[in-house]
Every structure is written in C-alpha cells, then in structure tokens.
C-alpha cells in the first residue's frame, strides 16, 4: 500500500485560513471515516488535531477542523499563527493496516 | 497523567537486532492498544504496527513482517518492539503511540506518544 498525497509544502500569512489535502483512494480514506491528522514541531513527537475526519480532541484550537470528500481528506487552520507553523500528516485506515501521508511542511509568512 | 517513556538511544550494526521498550503510567495499560511507528532522518511517518496488550495478539504491517516482534509485559505495563536484521534504511526515531478506542478506530486515533527513541544503523 502506498503512502496518502499530501502537498510537500503550503504558506499562509498570519490571520489567514490555509488548507491540506490528503488523497487516498477507495480502499482507505474513500472507505472509512477513519482519518486523522497530526501536528509535529521539529524534534518533538507529533500531536493528534483531528480524529475520525472531523472532531477535534479536548485541548485543540476550533480552529483546525477537518472533512472529507470521495477520497480526498483536508484539514483546514483558520486563523493562522505563527505557532502554528510545523509538519502536519494524515493517517487513514486502510482495512487491517494503517497509513500515513508524506506530510506537509506549514510555513506561516 | 498518561505518559509514555521509551528506552534511549541504540547504534547497532547491519544484521543486528533492537529491542526498543516503552514504558506506560498513569492509565490502564491493557486497555488501550499500544501502536510503533517510526519516522527516518527528514522523512515522514511510517506506521509498523500495533500489540493488544490485553490479549498480546499483534497485527504488523506487511512491510516488516518476519522481521518485527511486539510483545508486552503487563507487570510492569511495557511494551517492546523488536526489529530484526537491521539495514542502514531502518535508522530512524522509532515512537510508541496509544491508540485510543476498538480497534478498527485505535489504528488512527494516537493520542499519547513516546517521547522517540533514535536508532542508528551502520557499520
């Protein structure tokens, strides 16, 4: 099974809403609203943002929300900040297996 | 609070073998399935697979079938995973991750992660 698409990189300013796509195919993300997304800073492990496609843990921002369409998942960050600016990948159940994509660095101008 | 401590850092050579251990407090342990999962220098994450440590049945990513061993030790709620026949392509952090919930919904939802333990491989 291969790896989950994800943009190598996106941007956005201080205050803007920026978008990831994830995109899988119809034997994981397109099968299973079991999508997640992940957060990790450099040197640190990654942080769960988004589980089961759209609900968000106790703790994070409402300003990471999460949604799928076909096989394609997205987290979008509104308001952005400069904290905000890491690694973010998402995970996809793939029936009896488990996959994550390439990641997508997050620079915040 | 939860926490998940892993072992330190290994350097082994090609052919060895690593046993990485992680160590669980401040829940149940059997009651949360315990996930690996390993990122190599500048890379991105790559799941391995998952131990019940309630029952201590397994489910490995096929990639590291026959090579991969997680068992657990209840006594003392610690997990290990055990990688065999090591190449210079397996030098990466390996993380331990509780996955939260049955386990068709833990294989995504990671809610707690060790802190990382970086193995080396080279001659």
């Known amino acids: 099974q291969s790896a989950l698409t994800q943009p190598a990189s996106v941007s956005g300013s201080p205050g803007q809403s920026i978008t990831i796509s994830c995109t899988g195919t119809s034997s994981d993300v397109g099968s299973y609203n079991l999508v997640s997304w992940y957060q990790q800073h450099p040197g640190k492990a990654p942080k769960l943002m988004i589980y089961e496609v759209s609900k968000r843990p106790s703790g994070v921002s409402n300003r990471f929300s999460g949604s799928k369409s076909g096989n394609t998942a997205s987290l979008t960050i509104s308001g952005l900040q400069a904290e905000d600016e890491a690694d973010y990948y998402c995970c996809s159940y793939a029936g009896s297996s488990t996959l994550f994509g390439g990641g997508t660095k997050l620079t915040v101008l | 609070q939860v926490q998940l401590v892993q072992s330190g850092a290994e350097v082994k050579k090609p052919g060895a073998s690593v046993k990485v251990s992680c160590k669980a407090s401040g829940y149940t342990f059997t009651g949360y399935y315990m996930h690996w999962v390993r990122q190599a220098p500048g890379q991105g994450l790559e799941w391995m697979g998952w131990i019940n440590p309630n029952s201590g049945g397994t489910n490995y990513a096929q990639k590291f079938q026959g090579r991969v061993t997680m068992t657990r030790d209840t006594s003392i709620s610690t997990a290990y995973m055990e990688l065999s026949r090591l190449r210079s392509d397996d030098t990466a952090v390996y993380y331990c991750?509780?996955?939260?919930?049955?386990?068709?919904?833990?294989?995504?939802?990671?809610?707690?992660w060790g802190q990382g333990t970086l193995v080396t491989v080279s001659s």
């Open positions: 991750a509780r996955g939260r919930g049955e386990v068709v919904v833990a294989a995504t939802l990671f809610d707690y």
